[in-house]
């Protein structure tokens, strides 16, 4: 299929291949670089479910996703990255809550790299050997990110946050989690999410859709049995936050805060999913971007630096608004984001400011669409939402400035704020 998206000036070419794996290319004519995405819907968070071909709910250990996510790339008697290496192509790949992504780069050899990655993703190599020694690596991986105070005091804020939702468990799991992972977990658990029908590939590049489809149709496998929509087991969360305050002493030079406001307005996919998205992250800077009245009351008065700064995430069954910085007194910087945001909508949410935010939104995307990597990691997040990025010029310039205040209202409630502060340990 293939659809030309006028305003935009894009097109978009898609196929179901025979397995089920979902192909989307964006061609972009005369440039050099070509960019490729092969990406799971499967992240940290999907650690309940019923493996294809059983009946019964399997809890896997924490940090799964990201355990799989290496010994992908471990192929018998030789390197996957050597093989990209030689090729001349960049390889890389990354888990986060709700995806695993192998992706690479590359300026010549295209076609020999796209049979590559699909090789190595659809073809995994565990023993009990080599799942033993992984563990040893990720430990040090998840030790590393134990004396980060940045990571830290991201996560204790969604532990915080969250009472049962496993968005509040590092990605990578914890150094005890991962030792109950074993070669026979790993095949379950790849065999159920690394199915081609939960499987997405995206191509940005001056390429041939048929040459690609070609070389998909020939390269990956077909003996997977046929998969029914993936029963993920639904945790009950509360809506109140678990906990109001935390802290924890670490090596940094500045005390760090991390505020969060816990969304309640879950459930939402596909464009609705979206709009949420970006109606709040629009509040946010109307707010507190560095264009803002109040983020300049702040900075004049040396409570916050560049640092600053403020975000959404979510996605259908959580979502939290994040601000963020080093600041020499979190304590009363989050009480004066508080006091600010407890004050009437219309006083603080201007429409020329809407306005003005919103049409650098739409100036950001269009700018966008010259960057293969942002057109591929942009687009494949919303395919894997059940939105086409194609549609989203359109999304966004239907906001409307009501909408914008009845989300204000409905999220940013200061029952439902956390604070996570790092402080400094104190010499001596």
């Given at each position: 299929m293939k659809t030309y998206k006028e305003n935009i000036g894009e097109t978009l070419y898609h196929k179901r291949t025979e397995t089920g794996l979902d192909v989307y290319y964006v061609p972009k004519k005369g440039f050099r670089k070509q960019y490729a995405m092969l990406a799971s819907d499967f992240g940290s968070v999907d650690n309940h479910f019923i493996p294809i071909g059983e009946e019964e709910f399997l809890k896997v250990p924490d940090g799964i996703a990201h355990f799989l996510e290496h010994k992908i790339f471990e192929e018998p008697g030789e390197s996957v990255f050597e093989k990209f290496s030689e090729l001349g192509t960049d390889v890389n790949a990354y888990t986060n809550f709700n995806q695993t992504a192998y992706l690479f780069t590359s300026t010549n050899n295209f076609y020999e790299s796209l049979e590559t990655l699909i090789k190595f993703v659809q073809n995994p190599h565990f023993t009990d050997e080599n799942v033993e020694k992984e563990k040893g690596i990720i430990e040090q991986e998840i030790r590393m990110y134990d004396d980060d105070p940045n990571w830290t005091g991201?996560?204790?804020c969604l532990d915080a946050m969250y009472h049962n939702h496993p968005v509040k468990i590092d990605?990578?799991?914890?150094?005890?989690?991962?030792?109950?992972?074993?070669?026979?977990?790993?095949?379950?658990?790849?065999?159920?999410?690394?199915?081609?029908?939960?499987?997405?590939?995206?191509?940005?590049?001056?390429?041939?859709?048929?040459k690609i489809i070609e070389v998909v149709n020939k390269y990956e496998r077909n003996d997977f049995e046929r998969l029914s929509k993936i029963e993920k087991f639904i945790v009950e969360e509360p809506k109140e936050v678990r906990e109001k305050y935390v802290e924890k002493n670490m090596m940094t030079s500045t005390p760090m805060f991390f505020m969060g406001y816990k969304d309640n307005d879950i459930g939402h996919i596909g464009a609705e999913e979206v709009k949420k998205d970006l109606i709040t992250n629009i509040i946010?800077?109307?707010?507190?971007?560095?264009?803002?009245?109040?983020?300049?009351?702040?900075?004049?008065?040396?409570?916050?630096?560049?640092?600053?700064g403020a975000y959404f995430s979510g996605k259908i069954d959580y979502g939290y608004s994040m601000i963020v910085g080093e600041v020499e007194d979190p304590r009363l910087v989050s009480n004066r984001i508080i006091e600010y945001f407890d004050k009437p909508a219309e006083e603080i949410l201007k429409e020329e400011d809407f306005n003005r935010i919103k049409n650098d939104e739409i100036g950001s995307f269009l700018m966008g669409l010259d960057s293969i990597e942002f057109i591929a990691n942009t687009s494949l997040d919303m395919e894997l939402s059940g939105f086409s990025s194609f549609e989203y010029l359109d999304l966004l310039e239907g906001i409307k400035f009501s909408e914008v205040m009845n989300r204000f209202k409905e999220h940013f409630n200061k029952d439902r704020i956390v604070l996570s502060v790092i402080n400094p340990i104190k010499e001596g």
């Open positions: 991201y996560f204790n990605v990578a799991g914890t150094v005890e989690t991962i030792q109950d992972i074993d070669k026979e977990l790993l095949y379950r658990t790849y065999n159920t999410f690394y199915h081609p029908e939960n499987m997405t590939l995206f191509i940005v590049g001056d390429l041939s859709f048929d946010l800077d109307m707010l507190l971007g560095e264009s803002s009245v109040f983020y300049n009351e702040l900075y004049d008065e040396g409570l916050i630096d560049s640092s600053f």
